[in-house]
């Protein structure tokens, strides 16, 4: 991490399962100008606190692992090595999926959906283009989508809006073969 002089402060969402009894935020006082999220995580592990459980695993070899890194930041999904840090902002694991540890999920445990949240990126398909490939269910990291039979058709349909990562992950979209699939925020 490169020295920065102006520090911010921004909440992490702490909890272990296995010792604590409740969560907790955590304030840190970190460098957030040019930073992504993923770099103010790191920044936090390697100046604070080596105890912080988070995924990174675009930092590995090769991008098998993308879309591991799945946060909320100010309550909206986001893959945090996409997204920029701002000052004030809070960090909790994705909504979505049961809770390892800290800002870590289980991805093959979704939680009993909360009909409280609320989808914050347009997904549309072009029906049209769309040829039922599959591409977008497997490539989506937190399984925004499901491919399901229209007029005879199988088509894909975003079934989990509220869990998608939206711009800052773009990974159905920009692996669509037909270019089927825009992904906009709502405003």
């Not at 549309?124 to 007029?151: A, M, N, Q």
Request: with cysteine.
């Amino acid at each position: 991490m490169k020295a920065n002089k102006e520090l911010s402060e921004i909440r992490v969402f702490r909890f272990d399962p296995s010792t604590d009894k409740e969560p907790r935020y955590e304030t840190y006082r970190v460098p957030c100008t040019g930073y992504t999220v993923m770099g103010v995580l790191h920044y936090i592990y390697e100046n604070y606190d080596s105890g912080l459980a988070f995924r990174s695993g675009c930092l590995g070899k090769g991008s098998g692992r993308c879309g591991v890194c799945p946060v909320a930041v100010n309550g909206v999904s986001a893959l945090s090595c996409q997204v920029m840090a701002e000052p004030g902002m809070t960090l909790e694991p994705h909504p979505k999926f049961e809770l390892v540890k800290d800002l870590v999920v289980d991805f093959n445990r979704v939680k009993e959906q909360d009909s409280g949240r609320r989808a914050t990126f347009q997904i549309t398909v072009d029906l049209e283009r769309c040829v039922g490939c599959k591409d977008c269910v497997h490539i989506c990291p937190v399984g925004v989508f499901e491919v399901k039979r229209k007029s005879g058709k199988f088509k894909s349909e975003p079934v989990d809006p509220a869990s998608c990562c939206g711009v800052t992950c773009q990974m159905c979209a920009s692996n669509c073969s037909y270019d089927a699939i825009s992904v906009e925020r709502l405003t």
